[in-house]
Nanobody, 114 residues
Framework: QVQLVESGGGLVQPGGSLRLSCAIS????????MGWYRQAPGKQRESVAQ???????NYADSVNGRFSISRSIGRNTVYLQMNSLKPEDTGVYYC????????WGQGTQVTVSS
């Protein structure tokens, strides 16, 4: 069974940084795609950053240039480095993986507020 466990969320002031981690119970190269989604209160879940097997990442326009997705050398952890955070980045961040099925983590709360 595939398990994804996120960590690294918290409260940060506008302009600050956080790094989210997603520990995966299986080698991430086994997946066709891995990524991060977020869901703000009262809004639908949206894609934030994706990294397919070929390693070419893509980002939502709202975070491009501020966020960076990467995989660990050991390939079993996916990171989301978030810089220049804004209040509108607040939400629950979910790690996602896909290979013949969708796999989700439990989510980690990110709150950007002064």
């Amino acid at each position: 069974q595939v398990q994804l466990v996120e960590s690294g969320g918290g409260l940060v002031q506008p302009g600050g940084s956080l790094r989210l981690s997603c520990a995966i119970s299986r080698n991430s190269l086994n997946f066709d795609n891995m990524g991060w989604y977020r869901q703000a209160p009262g809004k639908q879940r949206e894609s934030v950053a994706q990294i397919p097997r070929d390693g070419f990442a893509n980002y939502a326009d709202s975070v491009n240039g501020r966020f960076s997705i990467s995989r660990s050398i050991g390939r079993n952890t996916v990171y989301l480095q978030m810089n220049s955070l804004k209040p509108e980045d607040t939400g629950v961040y979910y790690c996602h993986a896909y290979r013949q099925a969708d796999y989700w983590g439990q989510g980690t709360q990110v709150t950007v507020s002064s």
